[in-house]
């Protein structure tokens, strides 16, 4: 009920607000459990993906979102319960690897759409980023659930990250046809089948949303960019002080090359 309350109101919002186009909605089963892989550009995915879908999608999200203390805690977690996300507690042996394959294997075997980002975070930069074996591909093959590729389109030039307001534009959402992994089940402990179905099902995500593929993980790619920026900070604070002290040496010897009075 809840559920269906937030995507009548804030479903419909978006869907009125930025008119998002759709390819491939007769991909997605009337029933039956699957698993939805997309690329993933900016927060509001988790928001329009489910808005045009008829049935509920259940992501993860971390479990500080749902236990923050205060009344504003509060409205968060109920707000990110109402939307269907499940809370991951990455305080296990394993951190939240072990716990969202837990939530999408009871997802998927209550019948449900269990939605999940393979890339593991936003990508920094609009490219397609190597998709973590773990998650997705552990998740497929303990259930034998179809995984359907979905492409999000534009949506990290609505909502950059780190920006609060959105800006008004049409985002695209491409849904390809189901993959078949059945072939694989029980595999889950082979990380070479592991890495070749997320390769597969990456290539697949790639081909629908047009990005530029890059074969290095997400969060490999953000540290790369932090230390960039890092030097470059450096490199321009060097810059400066080396300008300064340039100054200043050409003031004394202009002050040394006055005559004396």
């Known amino acids: 009920m809840i559920y269906g309350a937030m995507k009548f109101s804030i479903g419909g919002s978006l869907k009125l607000a930025f008119r998002p ?17 997309s690329n993933h550009l900016s927060f509001s995915d988790s928001f329009f993906l489910p808005a045009v879908l008829d049935r509920k999608v259940t992501f993860i999200a971390k479990a500080e979102y749902f236990t923050s203390p205060g009344v504003k805690g509060r409205l968060t977690a109920a707000f990110f319960k109402g939307v269907g996300q499940l809370p991951v507690d990455r305080s296990g042996a394993r951190g939240a690897g ?3 394959i837990k939530a ?15 890339e593991g975070t936003r990508s920094p930069d609009g490219r397609l980023y190597r998709g973590k074996p773990g998650g997705l591909a ?19 030039k609505i909502q950059p990250p780190g920006k609060v307001i959105p800006k008004l534009m049409r985002p695209g959402i ?12 029980g595999m889950d402990g082979d990380r070479f089948i592991l890495r070749s179905v997320t390769d597969e099902v990456m290539y697949e995500i790639m081909k629908l949303s047009g990005q530029e593929y ?9 540290r790369q960019i932090a230390d960039a920026e890092k030097a470059e900070k450096a490199a321009r604070a060097e810059a400066e002080k080396a300008e300064k002290a340039q100054a200043q ?10 005559p004396a009075a």
């Open 98 to 100: 072990e716990a969202a």
């Open 249 to 258: 040496k050409a003031d004394k010897e202009k002050k040394a090359q006055r």
């Open 21 to 37: 186009w759709v390819e491939g909605l007769e991909n997605i089963p009337a029933e039956g459990p699957a698993i939805l892989a």
């Open 214 to 222: 890059v074969d290095i993980y997400a969060t490999a790619a953000k």
């Open 138 to 156: 552990r998740v497929a093959l303990a259930t034998g659930a179809p995984v359907i590729p979905v492409a999000m389109i534009d949506t990290e």
């Open 174 to 185: 491409r849904i390809g046809k189901p993959l078949d992994f059945s072939r694989y089940r």
């Open 104 to 118: 999408g294997i009871d997802v998927i075997e209550s019948g449900g759409l269990f939605g999940i980002y393979p």
